[in-house]
Nanobody
Framework: QVQLVESGGGLVQAGGSLRLSCAAV????????MGWYRQAPGKQRELVAT???????NYTDSVKGRFTISRDNAKNTVDLQMNSLKPEDTAVYYC????????????????WGQGTLVTVSS
């Protein structure tokens, strides 16, 4: 079995920075695309940023120029560096992997972390 474990959320003032980290745990051979999503109170979960195995990235317009997604394939981790944070960035942030293949050749699809809360005060 595999799981995604997130860390790094917290409370920060507007204009500040936070770095979220997500580690895939288990007997992992490879991970396809990974990403970060967020869900604000009363709103639907939305995509924040994604990154392919080879490092191609995609961002939602509202975070372009402020957030940077990166991954370390050797460590099975994905990070989200968040700068110039705004109150509207307040949400629970979730790590996602669209496909994880284990050393035993099992495939897990659409795996989610437990979420980490980011609160940006004005």
């Amino acid at each position: 079995q595999v799981q995604l474990v997130e860390s790094g959320g917290g409370l920060v003032q507007a204009g500040g920075s936070l770095r979220l980290s997500c580690a895939a745990v288990g007997s992992i051979f490879s991970i396809n695309a990974m990403g970060w999503y967020r869900q604000a109170p009363g709103k639907q979960r939305e995509l924040v940023a994604t990154i392919t195995y080879r490092g191609s990235t995609n961002y939602t317009d509202s975070v372009k120029g402020r957030f940077t997604i990166s991954r370390d394939n050797a460590k099975n981790t994905v990070d989200l560096q968040m700068n110039s944070l705004k109150p509207e960035d307040t949400a629970v942030y979730y790590c996602n992997a669209d496909r994880i293949t284990t050393l035993q050749s099992y495939r897990y699809l659409d795996i989610w972390g437990q979420g980490t809360l980011v609160t940006v005060s004005s």
